[in-house]
T-cell receptor, first 114, second 113 residues
Framework: NAGVMQNPRHLVRRRGQEARLRCSPMKGHSHVYWYRQLPEEGLKFMVYLQKENIIDESGMPKERFSAEFPKEGPSILRIQQVVRGDSAAYFC????????????FGDGTRLSIL | GESVGLHLPTLSVQEGDNSIINCAYSNSASDYFIWYKQESGKGPQFIIDIRSNMDKRQGQRVTVLLNKTVKHLSLQIAATQPGDSAVYFCAESGPDSNYQLIWGAGTKLIIKP
């Protein structure tokens, strides 16, 4: 009965380090979406993945950011060589069907860059 | 629910009154609309959705109204309770990319005792 699980809830990194954010979708869901949220703003789409496939990464920065959703295990959003501007809340959502609505969200990872 | 700049629009409502939160959407081709509630430190929580072939949909204590002519969406919450305090977001998606939700800036709902 668990919802979308994200960890860690809070992550602090120094500039130049790597950040790895994990997302386990709802049970039975094989479609995962990553969003980014700045304070007092709406969410911005980053990437849509299905198991072992990236369906749409049009919202993801071309450099330093990557995402995967392996056959086994959680989806990972990876940010290399983090910079101050990467500080944000990163949310993951999942759906049962391709592009299915509504998307169900986790409680996010708050990334802070020192 | 529309906003520019850094400050969220705020709606203050007396407990027990009805709340109406408005949203102007951007794309006339959008055919799916959804409202989410986000409490502090939490992820967005689904409230209600509506497709463009409808102009009204009701849930428990909530009603969504869609006016395609003026590209306007509203969320009505009946008998507002303290637990309704949150930021409310509308989001839209279109037929070309039905999973890529485009989010509004949000409206902060404050309940006065």
């Amino acid at each position: 009965n668990a919802g979308v699980m994200q960890n860690p809830r809070h992550l602090v990194r120094r500039r130049g380090q790597e950040a790895r954010l994990r997302c386990s979708p709802m049970k039975g869901h094989s479609h995962v979406y990553w969003y980014r949220q700045l304070p007092e703003e709406g969410l911005k789409f980053m990437v849509y993945l299905q198991k072992e496939n990236i369906i749409d990464e049009s919202g993801m920065p071309k450099e330093r950011f990557s995402a995967e959703f392996p056959k086994e295990g959680p989806s990972i959003l990876r940010i290399q060589q983090v910079v101050r501007g990467d500080s944000a809340a990163y949310f993951c959502a999942s759906s049962l069907y391709r592009g299915g609505q509504p998307q169900h969200f986790g409680d996010g990872t708050r990334l802070s860059i020192l | 629910g529309e906003s520019v700049g850094l400050h969220l629009p705020t709606l203050s409502v007396q407990e027990g009154d009805n709340s109406i939160i408005n949203c102007a959407y951007s794309n006339s081709a959008s055919d799916y609309f959804i409202w989410y509630k986000q409490e502090s430190g939490k992820g967005p929580q689904f409230i209600i959705d509506i497709r463009s072939n409808m102009d009204k949909r009701q849930g428990q204590r909530v009603t969504v109204l869609l006016n395609k002519t003026v590209k306007h969406l509203s969320l009505q919450i009946a008998a507002t309770q303290p637990g309704d305090s949150a930021v409310y977001f509308c989001a839209e998606s279109g037929p070309d990319s039905n999973y890529q939700l485009i989010w509004g800036a949000g409206t902060k709902l404050i309940i006065k005792p």
